[in-house]
């Protein structure tokens, strides 16, 4: 295969006869690179090489201006756009939201050589024809607007002239000022000759020049092309070239030079569809891992192509461990790496309300960062305890003598402290000590990679202090995240290498001019390639059109070349995409993929797969755990102790889960609860109605108790609030809610209790009354087994003895409802009725009457006008008995010894239970 750039020094020999008389114009540097390397190649003698420059670098040198850097054409438009008078002042941070979509148009009127006089007056025009009405009439807000869009030359002139005094400009005002240098220009250097290569669309300040050189015999063009999509007025690859070809008087009647015709040869085309981008990256890896292994040296001419350049990261992660000799065009974007994140976190917790302290959730994220504990360790701070502790005590804020408390060092507290509240100069000067600190830190462990990634941010900084010094404006904290989050996403870390040997890894632009005989496209989607329709522009689309500027068609135009090139010489291509249609953009195979093949020429070459996880149900991987002596010895020391019925519930509804929990004794994760979890929510009301009844033991309950009650709730409710979850902090948010919830609930209980005492008398007996009682006689074990428990009420209604579990989660009726004892035993939705009975078997000893009825059963908080719900045995369709008596509790304790002998019983395993 020869290279378009081989083919360039082919067919123009002259350039090394006299090489310092010529200029070399490319699309891009990286392109600049490969064609030098050629030079060295097709040449037998030594020799200066050539000039050669990217087609921005050579409008610069016409132009005698040069680039003016992100930040410093924001800070100069914003000052242009605060000079003019009448309109409404915005802060810097307000303006940059905006400002930089405006500096985009002034890139393109003045790429595009529009009359800005004309065109302005044109917006404006437009705008008061917009909001004419017949009686004349306006509004402030109209007339807001309309002097905005009239007030635009005045900051497109001012906000120019700034720039052009310090030698500076952007983009479109260095093309501009260049397109009128040409002539003066070809006659400061009457004997250079350009050659320009690879180019396809043009703005027109590039086409005049170049048209001007062309027409003065100063320079010659070689089309990166082919006539499979040339000669094809529809296909939108050679959209821009069939422009040139009919409109340019020098390119009229002459064959246009580096076209050709690969596209009749044959070609390997493997589509694949993939879910999601990691298995993109799988892919391009797997696909990079055969052909290391077939042939290595076909790496040499291979490019992997990523269509989304934030797929480099998994990218890197799926290459072959014994790939040798990568190449990575693009740069590691510094946005994405740890250090980043690290700030990131910072400026979040920077954010916080001085008064109430520092977030404990943002603090804990930055106590359990991976840059920073070194520096813990250092400073002999252990932050995984500290964490333990915050999280333990469920503090939500956290104030300096908080932070004193849970063992702090001055140097944490210095960076986190929010009181007084930081500025900019004060924040960058704290993110500049910590970075000398973790410099130190890192110095020392010789981590050459951390401190490439601290160099890089130290120089951040540096700048962000300089501006910090020059702009007044940067006033907030907000405007500084800004700046730094715009710094931050135009660095990159730049990849050792040898630049011309190995994979290629690249993007679609880097790729201009360069061919491979193996490409690799990933993300070959819609809404990727092409990137589909943006509008960020303040320029309506009828103005666009009216003034020759681009719209998202040209700019579909354009991906389409990309693409379309980037296969015309290869022999082997590889394009992926996503399949999953659940993403914001990217959800479908690009319009690229069914030109491909739909196309008579094209799809006959081409496999076209699908690749998909496969479906079913994954096998239970849970296994059955034996008994082991070891194991037997501390169930018979936990029988000694007591079991719970909260314990023997939970073995029905998941042995593993009993095992894990109270053989074990490995508990939930303990998290932070900015918002209170359903396990706090239903302590603090356990909490609370045991404060209300508790002075009210042994006496009968009255309207004036209840009345009462009622006045102490929001008192005791807080208290209890306090306690279980806010550590003396105030309730707020979503939290204050739940607060309202539960007194809600609360009420509703005593209005519950108030209708039932006018109809019965109430007695109550007990409030969290422990229970305990010995299990005898349980068949395999030659020893007792003590149940225990607590229940949260006992009572008598009219003389009756009641049970009484309060519940804050959702319990139906049914669930308290069994047709036999076996059901009881193995049914997980029993699990409340069985508690509710252990409960009822616990409290018989301790009736004086054995052969009394009584009832057990619950009261379900989120079920709260099911009201009182209790245990029964259906005898009938509609009919359940629900008296406790001597007989029920036998049943019931030969049922608790069938399960107790099962749990004793070293021949059953305890193993995960098979449900339907």
Request: with cysteine.
């Given at each position: 295969m020869i290279s378009f750039l081989e083919s360039v020094l082919e067919d123009f020999g002259a350039w090394h006869s006299k090489p310092e008389d010529y200029v070399f114009i490319l699309p891009s540097k990286r392109a600049g690179y490969f064609l030098k390397n050629l030079m060295a190649t097709k040449t037998h003698k030594t020799l200066l090489a050539p000039k050669i420059l990217s087609?921005?670098?050579?409008?610069?040198?016409?132009?005698?201006?040069?680039?003016?850097?992100?930040?410093?054409?924001?800070?100069?438009?914003?000052?242009?756009?605060?000079?003019?008078?009448?309109?409404?002042?915005?802060?810097?941070?307000?303006?940059?939201?905006?400002?930089?979509?405006?500096?985009?148009?002034?890139?393109?009127?003045?790429?595009?050589?529009?009359?800005?006089?004309?065109?302005?007056?044109?917006?404006?025009?437009?705008?008061?024809?917009?909001?004419?009405?017949?009686?004349?009439?306006?509004?402030?807000?109209?007339?807001?607007?309309?002097?905005f869009w009239k007030s635009l030359l005045p900051i497109y002139q001012r906000f120019r002239n700034r720039l052009e005094k310090e030698g500076l400009g952007y983009q479109g005002q260095v093309y501009r000022k260049a397109a009128s240098r040409v002539a003066e220009y070809q006659k400061l250097n009457p004997s250079l000759h350009y050659i320009f290569a690879g180019f396809n669309a043009l703005n027109k300040a590039e086409e005049f020049i170049i048209r001007e050189l062309l027409e003065n015999d100063r320079a010659d063009i070689f089309w990166d092309a082919d006539e499979y999509y040339l000669e094809n007025t529809?296909?939108?690859?050679?959209?821009?070239?069939?422009?040139?070809?009919?409109?340019?008087?020098?390119?009229?009647?002459?064959?246009?030079?580096?076209?050709?015709?690969?596209?009749?040869?044959?070609?390997?085309?493997?589509?694949?569809?993939?879910?999601?981008?990691?298995?993109?990256?799988?892919?391009?890896?797997?696909?990079?891992?055969?052909?290391?292994?077939?042939?290595?040296?076909?790496?040499?001419?291979?490019?992997?192509i990523l269509g989304d350049e934030s797929l480099l990261n998994p990218v890197l992660h799926s290459l072959p461990e014994a790939l040798d000799g990568v190449n990575i065009t693009m740069g590691y974007p510094l946005k994405d790496s740890s250090l980043a994140h690290l700030f990131k976190v910072l400026f979040q917790l920077y954010k916080g309300n001085p008064k109430r302290g520092v977030q404990a959730k943002t603090l804990l994220e930055l106590l359990t960062h991976p840059f920073l504990q070194e520096?813990?360790?250092?400073?002999?701070?252990?932050?995984?305890?500290?964490?333990?502790?915050?999280i333990r005590d469920n503090i939500i804020y956290l104030n300096s003598k908080d932070l004193q408390y849970y063992g702090f060092p001055q140097q944490i507290e210095t960076l986190v402290s929010l009181y007084p509240p930081p500025g900019p100069g004060q924040l960058i000067a704290r993110f500049t000590d910590l970075l000398e600190d973790l410099k130190r830190v890192y110095m020392n462990s010789q981590d050459t990679v951390s401190l490439e990634f601290l160099r890089h941010f130290h120089l951040l900084f540096n700048q962000l202090s300089d501006l910090n010094r020059t702009y007044p404006f940067i006033s907030d904290n907000r405007s500084l995240l800004m700046l730094f989050e715009q710094l931050l996403a135009e660095d990159t870390l730049d990849f050792e290498g040898k630049p011309l040997e190995g994979l290629q890894i690249m993007g679609m632009l880097e790729s201009r001019c360069l061919d491979f005989e193996t490409v690799v496209i990933t993300s070959v989607n819609e809404g990727v390639l092409p990137a589909g329709k943006t509008n960020s522009s303040f320029i309506p689309f009828e103005v666009k059109r009216e003034f020759g500027l681009p719209t998202f068609k040209?700019?579909?135009?354009?991906?389409?070349?990309?693409?379309?090139?980037?296969?015309?010489?290869?022999?082997?291509?590889?394009?992926?995409?996503?399949?999953?249609?659940?993403?914001?953009?990217?959800?479908?195979?690009?319009?690229?993929?069914?030109?491909?093949?739909?196309?008579?020429?094209?799809?006959?070459?081409?496999?076209?797969?699908?690749?998909?996880?496969?479906?079913?149900?994954?096998?239970?991987?849970?296994?059955?755990?034996?008994?082991?002596?070891?194991?037997?010895?501390?169930?018979?020391?936990?029988?000694?102790?007591g079991f719970s019925p909260t314990s023997l519930s939970r073995y029905i509804e998941d042995p593993l889960e009993f095992y894990r929990k109270t053989i074990l004794g490995i508990h939930d994760t303990l998290l932070l609860e900015e918002t209170i979890a359903a396990n706090t929510f239903g302590n603090v009301i356990h909490e609370t109605l045991e404060l209300l009844y508790l002075p009210l033991l042994g006496q009968i309950l009255t309207p004036e108790h209840l009345r009462q009650m009622k006045n102490q709730v929001p008192e005791v409710l807080s208290g209890a609030f306090e306690k279980h979850y806010l550590?003396?902090?105030?309730?707020?948010?979503?939290?204050?809610?739940?607060?309202?919830?539960?007194?809600?609930?609360?009420?509703?209980?005593?209005?519950?209790?108030?209708k039932r005492i006018k109809l019965h008398e109430v007695r109550i007996l007990g409030i969290e009354k422990k229970l305990t009682r010995l299990l005898n006689n349980v068949p395999g074990c030659d020893f007792p087994v003590r149940i225990k428990g607590t229940v949260d009420r006992v009572e008598t209604v009219d003389g009756a003895l009641h049970i009484i579990d309060y519940k804050t989660g959702r319990v139906e009726p049914t669930n308290l409802r069994i047709t036999d004892w076996q059901s009881l035993r193995e049914d997980p939705k029993k699990s409340k009725a069985f508690q509710v009975m252990c409960y009822a078997w616990l409290m018989?000893?301790?009736?004086?009457?054995?052969?009394?009825?009584?009832?057990?059963?619950?009261?379900?908080?989120?079920?709260?006008?099911?009201?009182?719900?209790?245990?029964?045995?259906?005898?009938?369709?509609?009919?359940?008995?629900?008296?406790?008596?001597?007989?029920?509790?036998?049943?019931?304790?030969?049922?608790?010894?069938?399960?107790?002998?099962?749990?004793?019983?070293?021949?059953?395993?305890?193993?995960p239970i098979e449900r339907i």
């Open positions: 087609i921005e670098t050579f409008i610069a040198e016409i132009s005698e201006l040069q680039y003016a850097t992100s930040t410093k054409l924001m800070f100069n438009l914003y000052e242009a756009y605060r000079d003019e008078k009448g309109l409404e002042e915005e802060s810097f941070y307000d303006f940059s939201r905006w400002g930089g979509m405006l500096l985009q148009d002034f890139n393109e009127i003045d790429r595009y050589l529009v009359d800005e006089i004309q065109f302005f007056d044109y917006l404006g025009s437009l705008q008061e024809i917009r909001h004419w009405t017949p009686d004349g009439s306006s509004t402030p807000m109209i007339d807001k607007q309309v002097r529809l296909h939108d690859a050679g959209y821009f070239l069939r422009k040139h070809f009919n409109s340019w008087k020098s390119l009229k009647n002459v064959a246009p030079k580096g076209v050709g015709m690969h596209f009749s040869t044959e070609k390997n085309i493997q589509i694949a569809g993939l879910p999601k981008s990691v298995a993109q990256a799988k892919y391009a890896g797997g696909l990079i891992g055969d052909l290391l292994k077939e042939d290595s040296r076909k790496l040499e001419n291979t490019a992997l520096w813990f360790t250092e400073m002999g701070f252990n932050s995984t305890v500290a964490s333990g502790r915050i040209e700019k579909d135009a354009v991906y389409t070349y990309h693409f379309y090139r980037l296969l015309q010489r290869a022999k082997n291509i590889y394009i992926c995409y996503n399949t999953e249609p659940d993403v914001l953009e990217g959800g479908e195979p690009s319009r690229f993929i069914h030109q491909l093949r739909n196309d008579p020429r094209m799809s006959g070459f081409i496999q076209h797969n699908l690749a998909a996880p496969e479906s079913g149900i994954a096998p239970t991987l849970l296994k059955a755990i034996d008994k082991s002596s070891s194991l037997l010895e501390y169930l018979g020391r936990k029988a000694s102790t550590k003396g902090s105030k309730a707020g948010g979503k939290n204050l809610i739940a607060l309202s919830v539960m007194g809600k609930y609360i009420e509703l209980f005593l209005e519950i209790e108030l018989q000893q301790e009736i004086e009457e054995p052969d009394s009825n009584f009832r057990a059963g619950v009261f379900s908080f989120k079920n709260i006008r099911s009201e009182f719900q209790w245990f029964g045995i259906k005898t009938a369709p509609n009919k359940q008995d629900e008296v406790i008596n001597r007989k029920v509790l036998l049943h019931f304790e030969e049922t608790l010894k069938s399960l107790i002998a099962e749990l004793f019983n070293a021949t059953i395993p305890i193993e």
